[in-house]
């Protein structure tokens, strides 16, 4: 018996909608409560399953279809040994014998991503992988999200290239399980260096910026696999390494000489930050205000007890845990600093989540330290340390990244003497920390070199007012000359 396959009854306030993906082919068996398709509103993506067993007969509204409620979208048979049609003989003929194929999918996005960009394959179709092996990186505007194998095999179709922008739990390639990969290559083809056997479609893409060719690099992966490190040092060896192709680029060369320019796509990570940063900007009544810290203290109990700190909590004792331990401290003391604002309200917030930006290959991040309040300095230190290398490999979650009702950034680290930090929204104030710098101070009429660095705060005027600013500032700069004050809680 044949069974229509339909579009779910939409809401009230919605007028139609798309086929976002279909999860069968024609010909293909599925199982009772199996998804066939998912219908994307521009709310909600809903989900059609199968109501029995059976085999699809016919797809008549493609992925990308406008669709109405009640549509009639495809067919399937109860029947499943009834005959399947030409094409899907076809697909089941051409699937590698003995395998199971495995549909390669995009992760569930979280609740706030709409939609994700395929950013690197790391490996091409009729390459061999082992389960748990990532295959693919699918970026979202706050994290990299990685797809491994679920069983040893060999790739097959890869659907979705680098760049497409993709939804949650959808289809982006095969993966045939239990396969092998085909050894029957003719001679002239063993003997052929191809890039598209030897890189992934990352590394053939950075090939091509770099004006370089298979023949030109030297893989040092298994089987000769070429990496991105193989050819940023072929791209860097002397020119003497391929004056053979000198002549075919002479002419661009002497046209433009040394000027050249080069156009690449904004990341999604970078569109972000682009939109909230000029948000904030524009949405905000931003305002900087200025103090400096004499930071000679911190350094002495930090060269004091930095041996022992080590050897006892296992971590170092970095300037980051005393700036938190104050910044926590002063926002105990000023309530206005660690709330937002939501429409016509103030959301005052009684917890200690602080935002450390971090700067990663990828962008700036500001991944969150929860529950400052309850850490100790190695708790602390640890705490930071974890973000740091998750941001560096691009492990941070979408947990890592939520919430956060203050963020703190230091520009000193990369030299910056003095900036106006940006607002992180929602929140209310950044605090900016600077270079350490010697400079003299005049010290009870006297003198002195002293290691200075500047504070820059950042803050919404519209919640936070000069005199809340300013004494925030004043307590953190107070707190951070006289360390004791911390452990003692005055």
Avoid at 208 to 213: D, P, Y
Avoid at 220 to 243: H, L, M, Q, W, Y
Avoid at 360 to 384: H, Y
Avoid at 458 to 463: E, G, M, P, V
């Amino acid at each position: 018996m044949t069974t229509e396959i339909k579009v779910p009854v939409l809401p009230e306030s919605v007028a139609d909608a798309t086929v976002a993906t279909w999860h069968v082919q024609v010909g293909e068996k599925f199982t009772r409560d199996q998804v066939l398709v998912d219908i994307e509103t521009d709310k909600v993506v809903l989900e059609v399953p199968a109501t029995s067993d059976g085999i699809m007969t016919d797809i008549s509204q493609a992925e990308g279809a406008t669709v109405l409620g009640d549509q009639v979208i495809g067919t399937f048979s109860d029947d499943v040994t009834e005959s399947a049609p030409s094409e899907a003989i076809k697909v089941v003929s051409s699937t590698v014998s003995n395998a199971k194929v495995i549909d390669i999918v995009v992760p569930v996005l979280p609740e706030s991503v709409a939609d994700a960009t395929v950013a690197s394959w790391h490996v091409a179709e009729g390459d061999s992988v082992l389960v748990d092996q990532n295959l693919v990186d699918i970026e979202t505007d706050k994290v990299v999200l990685e797809v491994v194998a679920q069983d040893n095999g060999v790739i097959g179709k890869i659907i979705h290239v680098e760049g497409d922008t993709v939804l949650g739990a959808q289809k982006i390639g095969e993966l045939n399980a239990g396969a092998a990969a085909n050894t029957t290559a003719t001679a002239t083809a063993e003997q052929a260096v191809s890039s598209d056997e030897l890189a992934s479609p990352s590394v053939r893409r950075l090939m091509t910026e770099k004006g370089l060719t298979a023949t030109d690099v030297v893989g040092s992966g298994k089987g000769g696999r070429i990496s991105k490190e193989d050819v940023e040092a072929a791209a860097n060896k002397p020119a003497a390494v391929t004056t053979s192709t000198l002549p075919a680029v002479k002419l661009p060369v002497q046209e433009l000489g040394e000027r050249s320019q080069k156009r690449v796509p904004m990341t999604r990570l970078r569109k972000t930050i682009a939109t909230r940063l000029l948000e904030a900007k524009n949405s905000t009544a931003m305002l900087t205000t200025f103090n400096e810290v004499n930071m000679k203290p911190i350094m002495d109990l930090r060269k004091q007890y930095k041996d022992l700190f080590e050897k006892t909590h296992d971590t170092r004792l970095g300037f980051m845990s005393f700036y938190v331990k104050a910044v926590t401290e002063a926002l105990k003391r000023y309530p206005a600093v660690n709330a937002s604002i939501d429409g016509d309200d103030i959301v005052y917030h009684n917890f200690f989540d602080i935002s450390i930006a971090v700067s990663t290959p990828r962008g700036l991040v500001t991944p969150v330290l929860r529950d400052s309040d309850q850490l100790s300095m190695a708790g602390i230190e640890n705490g930071i340390r974890d973000l740091a290398i998750k941001g560096r490999d691009g492990k941070l979650s979408m947990a890592d990244m939520t919430g956060g009702n203050f963020t703190i950034t230091n520009g000193g680290v990369f030299g910056s003497l003095l900036s106006t930090p940006i607002l992180n929204l929602p929140q209310a104030a950044i605090l900016g920390m600077h270079k350490i710098q010697d400079r003299p101070m005049a010290v009870d009429g006297k003198v002195e070199i002293l290691p200075m660095m500047y504070l820059a705060l950042s803050y919404d005027h519209r919640l936070i007012d000069g005199k809340e600013s300013v004494g925030f500032l004043v307590t953190i700069k107070e707190l951070l000359e006289d360390p004791t004050r911390l452990l003692l809680d005055v």
